[in-house]
């Protein structure tokens, strides 16, 4: 069972950056697809980025491309989020998710494993 524990989540103003980790345990980290995804409030999640296996593939919404950088460290079973030039309308409780079977796919009902969340504040 992979169990996925996500962190570094807070309040930024309008034009900063945050990184958040995704650390997971359970399963091989390298056999696992990662991605993040978001809901703010009164919405519906939405895909955000998608890393492959290996991390040279990688995947993101219109909406952060540019801005959002998503990476992985299979050394530390870890995947990452880089958020730069945060916008209010970033703001949302940021989920990452696994696949153990395909790669980069944005429809999260696909994903077989879940985080917590950890809530992004961004004030104009």
């Known amino acids: 069972h992979v169990q996925l524990q996500a962190s570094g989540g807070g309040l930024v103003q309008a034009g900063g950056s945050l990184r958040l980790s995704c650390a997971a345990s359970?399963?091989?980290?390298?056999?696992?697809?990662m991605a993040w995804f978001r809901q703010a409030p009164g919405k519906e999640r939405e895909f955000v980025a998608a890393?492959?296996?290996?991390?040279?593939?990688?995947y993101y919404a219109d909406s952060v491309k540019g801005r959002f950088t998503i990476s992985r460290d299979n050394a530390r079973n870890t995947v990452y989020l880089q958020m730069n030039s945060l916008k209010p309308e970033d703001t949302a409780v940021y989920y990452c998710?696994?696949?153990?079977?395909?790669?980069?796919?944005?429809?999260?009902?696909?994903?077989?494993?879940w985080g917590q969340g950890t809530l992004v504040t961004v004030s104009s």
């Open positions: 359970g399963r091989t980290f390298s056999s696992l697809a």
């Open positions: 998710a696994a696949s153990t079977t395909v790669a980069g796919i944005r429809a999260g009902h696909l994903y077989d494993y």
């Open positions: 890393v492959g296996w290996s991390g040279g593939n990688t």
